[in-house]
């Protein structure tokens, strides 16, 4: 046997040694490996007292008397609320601009909501339509009321 392949192990197995008690010293002292603390007293339930107080029949209490959790922030005495009622403004119509007929059909212009639209007979726009269109009126339908529109006259 060589001596060299005996000091060659143990010198490893030394440097491993200091390694390792230098790595766990330093890690005790970081607070890392620290042990945990024994309690030297035992430590009562906290939760006892309310065990106990919730346990105990008592008699002398009436529900009236209990407060309503569900009930935070309102005062003891009673409030008066108003409401308004409040009525949504009619939605606007279409307008008729102008009706133009000749022996074939009849087509007319309507403004509504601030677009122009070119229609006849049948026709769609918006939520509206076109029943029919005679000279003096145009018959809309938009699925609850029909309206009748009339053009404006030259002096209005």
Not at 9 to 16: F, R, S
Not at 122 to 143: C, E, K, N, P, W
Request: aromatic share 6%; hydrophobic share 40%.
């Amino acid at each position: 046997m060589n001596l060299r392949t005996i000091i060659l192990p143990l010198l490893a197995i030394a440097m491993l040694v200091v390694i390792g008690t230098q790595t766990s010293s330093a890690l005790r002292q970081s607070g890392t490996w620290r042990s945990a603390p024994r309690a030297s007293a035992h430590v009562s339930d906290p939760y006892a007292s309310l065990d106990r107080a919730l346990s105990k029949s008592d008699t002398t209490l009436s529900l009236a008397s209990l407060r309503d959790p569900f009930d935070f922030g309102r005062s003891a005495a009673p409030r008066v609320v108003t409401r308004r009622v409040v009525v949504p403004a009619a939605p606007p119509q279409p307008v008729v601009t102008a009706i133009v007929t000749d022996a074939d059909a009849a087509h007319a212009v309507l403004r509504y909501e601030g677009t122009s639209y070119s229609v006849k007979s049948g026709d769609l726009f918006a939520q509206y339509r076109v029943v029919s269109i005679t000279t003096d009126a145009v018959v809309v339908d938009d699925g609850k009321d029909r309206l009748v529109l009339k053009p404006p006259r030259k002096g209005d």
